[in-house]
């Protein structure tokens, strides 16, 4: 017979090794799923994981582009894991990316077509701005009326979208498009584009700003008495209480700065890889951050690895698309899968698999 | 092995590209925004797309990534292809143009043809069809068939490329019905299945028993069908699974003749960077079969109708015309030029409400 039996203590040993038993399973079953698809999975594996890393033919180009991608996944990733350890659930950090993207692009095209050097500074800090802003919300009501943050927070993503449709096609919208929506190309605006710090390596502000996220999270987490009451508001909200922690302040805490994190995120986008707000900005980073936030184990340095993993998955699975010909939605299975196996696997870093004849209690 | 042998290997292994570069197929690379089963816009892109490998045989090879969003995706989608070896990239969105230009200026030796947007380079062309004189047919068989007067209109984007649907629509059903009134949603979606059908139930209960729609999926026309007694038209694909009613004709966008032409082009060395804008005349804009639910005089004025516009001897924005707030636009006999269209942003008199800015 075969049991689950708490452990006493999360096991370390599984905390580490259930990501990696994710994958490999993701790799298991979802090279099954490519081979039903009448694809070889072995192809189909290499293409994912090896191909944009070292294929001779696009690894020059596809290599910088993990940290394209995986940039803004980090970013918005540290953000969220620090209420994920505080039991507040923000699952609105598409919506808080939406809006930074829209406040930073906003104030940098108020001073179009001007070159000043104070453009792209003020850009980076209404960008933060309005995605703490965006995230107050929630904050504001879960404080004050106990609301419940991941409904709040979630709604608020569709509220930030239909934003984002108006301002491509109205406020603002280029002058000079022709009446088409979007918003003008910063990449032709030197005093606001987000450019490759060293040109081809993909290394832009943005991704700057997540490496030093992880770093300032890491310091936070491990140093400092924020760090300590965040922890301790979600592994023992009563202890927390009792030692004076106050719980909307963590809330307020920890919202607003994965708020001003993915605000952060949206901006270095819109100025950067996507150029310009469009209706279609958002290509679901933020949804994206919470597998790569979970991927990781809340941990900065898991957090690192889980979104250049994360950031591999897509990169490979375009390549995939258009080297192999395998549909586009059996990629995104792909990564579902990802994430399903690690809150599967994860059940042993609680529990103990025990088989044979149940001890008496 | 000997040394002979392997220098003979190696001669081999450096003759070989050389000579297997006459005969390798031209790849064309095609890339969508849409999955290439959404039943609408992209799936005729790829329907084309076969077209091109059934008409070339071994000389083509394609490939194609769909569900491409617009954005920094894209412009990685693109480069990619670019890098896999085509020689030629059909971009099929007008949200790909930033991107396409971007990357068609660091490949100068691959071909692109951007659909719907207005940037051009030497490596670089445009292309998009005539949507609008479809629309003159829907208005008149709309318009003719209406029994409310009121036709609902699910509009995507308040886009040039919209509005002249809208109102191109909206002059021919009035032409046939004076009393018509045109309800519009803006849906801000090309591809929203439960928007879409949302905003058909919307329509439909206030009366509106003609729904056309201008973005790609079938849930309207399922919708129609669902409440019955409504009229609705497919939309860049037949739709003919809602045939003969709801569905009572449709806009067909056939890409392939233009696509077979392009590829042709790079094939013979003969591609030239262009922009064209071609109609019911050339074959881009088809129209669907007009069903048994449509009266037998509809159909017939309906079918003169197309082949004037064919023929070009009539054109839908034929003065005339004023504009929504009563000034003038174009005058008796007047023919609105294709800069005007391309950039329209107003609605034609009669056509209530406001385009959302």
Redesign the interface.
Request: hydrophobic letters at 30%; proline letters at 8%.
């Given at each position: 017979m075969i049991t689950l039996e708490k452990r006493p203590q999360p096991s370390r040993t599984w905390t580490f090794l259930a990501p990696v038993a994710a994958v490999l399973l993701t790799m298991i079953v979802g090279g099954a799923m490519f081979a039903l698809l009448g694809t070889d999975p072995v192809a189909a594996i290499r293409t994912i994981f090896w191909d944009p890393l070292f294929n001779p033919?696009?690894a020059s180009?596809?290599r910088p582009?993990l940290l394209?991608k995986a940039g803004p996944l980090i970013l918005i990733a540290i953000g969220l894991s620090l209420g994920f350890r505080a039991g507040v659930w923000n699952i609105g950090a598409e919506g808080q990316y939406i809006m930074g993207a829209i406040c930073g692009a906003g104030a940098g095209l108020m001073f179009y077509p001007s070159e000043s050097v104070l453009i792209f500074p003020l850009m980076i800090l209404a960008g933060a701005l309005g995605g703490w802003a965006w995230a107050m919300i929630p904050a504001f009501f879960k404080t004050r009326f106990g609301t419940n943050e991941i409904l709040v927070s979630l709604m608020l993503v569709y509220v930030a979208e239909?934003i984002l449709?108006?301002v491509s096609?109205?406020l603002l919208r280029n002058p000079e498009g022709?009446?088409?929506?979007?918003s003008r190309?910063f990449?032709q605006w030197d005093a606001g584009a987000n450019r490759d710090l060293v040109a081809g390596t993909g290394m832009h502000w943005g991704v700057v700003a997540a490496f030093i996220a992880v770093i300032l999270a890491y310091v936070l987490l491990t140093r400092h008495i924020q760090g300590f009451n965040i922890r301790l508001s979600g592994e023992a909200p009563r202890a927390a209480r009792f030692s004076g922690v106050n719980p909307a302040r963590v809330v307020i805490f920890c919202l607003g700065t994965a708020g001003a994190l993915a605000g952060l995120a949206g901006l270095f986008?819109v100025s950067?890889?996507?150029?310009?707000i469009?209706?279609?900005?958002n290509?679901g980073y933020g949804f994206t951050a919470i597998i790569v936030a979970f991927l990781g184990r809340l941990h900065p340095v898991g957090i690192l690895l889980a979104g250049l993993l994360m950031a591999l998955t897509y990169?490979g699975g375009?390549?995939a698309?258009?080297?192999l010909?395998v549909?586009?939605?059996s990629i995104q299975l792909f990564q579902g899968m990802l994430l399903f196996f690690l809150l599967g696997v994860d059940v042993f870093t609680n529990y103990r698999l025990r088989i044979g004849k149940r001890e008496a209690a | 092995m000997n040394r002979r042998t392997l220098l003979a290997s190696a001669a081999i292994a450096l003759a070989a590209p050389a000579a297997m570069a006459q005969d390798e197929p031209v790849k064309a690379g095609f890339i969508y925004v849409g999955p290439i089963g959404d039943g609408g816009w992209t799936y005729e892109h790829d329907k084309a797309r076969l077209a091109v490998e059934e008409h070339f045989g071994d000389q083509v090879e394609t490939v194609y990534q769909e569900s491409v969003p617009e954005g920094a995706d894209a412009q990685r989608a693109i480069t990619q292809m670019a890098l896999s070896g085509a020689d030629i990239i059909f971009t099929t969105s007008f949200g790909f143009m930033d991107p396409t230009v971007e990357v068609a200026s660091k490949f100068p030796d691959v071909m692109f043809e951007h659909a719907t947007g207005y940037k051009t380079a030497d490596n670089l062309s445009t292309y998009s069809a005539r949507f609008y004189e479809g629309r003159a047919i829907q208005g008149h068989i709309a318009g003719s068939m209406t029994e409310t007067n009121k036709i609902g209109y699910i509009a995507s984007f308040p886009i040039p490329e919209v509005i002249r649907g809208i109102n191109s629509a909206y002059l021919h059903a009035k032409e046939v019905n004076p009393d018509v009134e045109f309800n519009i949603v803006w849906a801000y979606t090309w591809f929203d299945p439960a928007k879409e059908a949302d905003a058909a139930r919307a329509l439909i209960e206030n009366g509106n028993d003609v729904i056309l729609q201008h973005t790609d999926s079938t849930a309207p026309q399922a919708a129609a069908q669902e409440a019955g007694d409504v009229i609705t038209f497919g939309q860049a694909s037949d739709m003919s699974e809602y045939a003969p009613s709801p569905r009572v004709s449709s806009i067909i966008d056939n890409w392939a003749p233009y696509y077979i032409d392009r590829v042709q082009a790079v094939i013979d060395g003969s591609w030239e960077s262009q922009q064209v804008w071609h109609g019911i005349g050339e074959g881009m804009v088809e129209i669907g079969e007009i069903s048994d639910a449509v009266p037998e005089e509809v159909r017939t004025s309906a079918l003169e109708l197309k082949e004037r516009l064919a023929s070009g001897e009539y054109h839908p924005f034929t003065g005339p015309i004023n504009r929504q707030d009563g000034s003038a636009w174009l005058a008796e006999g007047e023919v609105a030029d294709d800069e005007t269209l391309l950039g329209m942003d107003f609605y034609v008199e009669g056509l209530t409400g406001e385009i959302p800015n």
């Open positions: 033919q696009f180009y596809s582009q394209v239909s449709a108006s096609s109205g022709r009446g088409f929506p979007g190309n990449q986008e950067g890889p996507a150029g310009q469009s209706i279609d900005f290509s990169i375009e390549l698309q258009l080297m010909s549909p586009g939605a | -």
